[in-house]
């Protein structure tokens, strides 16, 4: 089971930091991603790590603004959202699978074997 919390409404420029609670399975061996619905969208995917090894991966539109980490000790993981932006405003999804890595195809489809219920992000201009 996956738990997001620390969503919330905040000002553009403003950041949060999300968290992704695992409980009955450990994300040790596992990669972790957050994805985002925004209003009216399909859902879409933000972040994740394990990609190409150790590394994370992140779409383009946030490059430089979000931050994905992990506490294996807590079996938790972050999204640390900073400089947000209007358009950010969604609900975001953390969501985990069983596999080794993140493969190019998990970039653009949502065949994630764990998701969170969501926690709603909205950020006024």
């Known amino acids: 089971q996956l738990v997001e919390s620390g969503g919330g409404v905040v000002q553009a420029g403003d950041s949060l930091r999300l968290s992704c609670a695992a409980s009955?399975?450990?994300?040790?061996?596992?990669?972790m991603a957050w994805f985002r619905q925004r209003p009216g969208k399909e859902r879409e995917f933000v972040g994740g790590?394990?990609?190409?090894?150790?590394?994370?991966v992140y779409t383009d539109s946030v490059k430089g603004r979000f931050t994905i980490s992990r506490d294996d000790a807590k079996n938790a993981m972050y999204l640390q959202m900073d400089s947000l932006k209007p358009e950010d405003t969604a609900v975001y999804y953390c969501?985990?699978?069983?596999?080794?890595?993140?493969?190019?195809?998990?970039?653009?489809?949502?065949?994630?074997?764990?998701w969170g219920q969501g926690t709603q992000v909205t950020v006024s201009s």
């Open positions: 969501a985990s699978k069983d596999t080794e890595l993140l493969s190019p195809r998990d970039l653009y489809t949502t065949e994630f074997h764990y």
């Open positions: 009955g399975r450990s994300i040790r061996s596992s990669p």
């Open positions: 790590d394990r990609w190409s090894g150790d590394n994370t």
